[in-house]
């Protein structure tokens, strides 16, 4: 259901209300994405994804799957690289995978997939993954999945939040969530992200029976074009979900305040490559 938006609180510039109001649906969770959303205002993450892809070496004709695929722009942008291929992308968010379905008609396979239960009919030659990792607990139980789902010799590169991801941002906002109003609701609150460092995700990735793998960190900020959205949606989302309604506002106009301008997102981003 589509939250109230503070009637004294205009729509940015260049945006209506309407499409400023659908940030907030879908938020009961920190897995509940608004895909029609994301897929307007993920900008960065495309950019970021971009990166990630072009460091997958493809011939053209393999079949690859993209883990997390979100709203498909990056999906997209596989597509392309395969021209006699095919492309399996899956997402445990159903609003996402409806949003990948629109942009990209039958060019893939769309499916709606808990990677933590991924079971493939066939195996894959890559797979790639772009900030999706982070949300997700279990690494050690993620990897195994994709392993299993890659044919001998096939390769996984992915990039996600890393240790230090946001640690700036974060450092800024929390203070916040001990003041009045707020308090109350982030007393027992913990963050939901897996940051994790470059040698245990290694470490991890061998266990699940990958033969070699490579990890980095890359600090990576970045300036939204559409700070409130961006982070109210994408990188504050766990807290704005966390308030009530009639506080969402409220909270976001005291970060955007205390940020300044601009906002710069201190991405710092692990980046995955390894071979099954
Ligand atoms: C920030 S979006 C990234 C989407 C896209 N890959 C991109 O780069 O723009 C993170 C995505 O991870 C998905 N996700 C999180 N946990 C997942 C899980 N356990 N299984 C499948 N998808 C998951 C979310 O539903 C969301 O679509």
């Known amino acids: ?7 004294s609180t205009a729509a940015p510039a260049g945006q209506s209300a309407h499409s400023y109001v659908i940030a907030y649906t879908c938020m009961s969770n920190v897995r509940d994405w608004d895909g029609a959303t994301y897929d307007r205002i993920s900008g960065p993450m495309e950019g970021l994804g971009r990166e990630v892809l072009a460091r997958l070496e493809l ?8 883990a997390g695929c979100g709203s498909g722009r990056i999906t997209q942008a596989l597509i392309e690289r395969l021209p006699r291929g095919r492309v399996i992308a899956v997402d445990q ?3 996402m995978v409806d949003a990948a379905k629109q942009r990209l008609g039958p060019a893939a396979d769309i499916r709606v997939v808990d990677l933590l239960e991924l079971e493939l009919e066939e195996p894959v030659d890559a797979i790639l993954s772009t900030a999706t990792f982070h949300w997700i607990a279990d690494h050690a139980s993620l990897f195994g999945r994709l392993r299993a789902a890659l044919r001998p010799g096939g390769r996984l590169v992915a990039q996600c939040g890393g240790e230090g991801n946001i640690t ?13 109003p707020y308090a109350e609701y982030f007393r027992d609150w913990r963050p939901p992200w897996n940051y994790a460092a470059p040698g245990q995700t290694r470490e991890r990735l061998l266990s699940a029976g990958f033969t070699s793998a490579e990890c980095w960190l890359a600090p990576a900020p970045r300036e939204p074009e559409h700070p409130r959205e961006f982070l109210s949606t994408i990188v504050l989302g766990p807290h704005v979900q966390q308030l009530p309604r009639e506080l969402q506002e409220k909270f976001m106009d005291e ?11 201190d991405y710092v981003r692990l980046n995955i490559d390894a071979l099954a």
């Open 1 to 7: 259901m589509p939250v109230v938006r503070n009637a």
């Open 59 to 66: 011939h053209g004709d393999e079949l690859v799957l993209d």
């Open 93 to 95: 968010s159903a609003s």
């Open 168 to 180: 700036v941002l974060r450092g800024k906002v929390t203070p916040l969530l001990s003041r009045e």
């Open 255 to 265: 970060v955007l305040e205390m940020l300044g301008e601009p906002v710069v997102v």
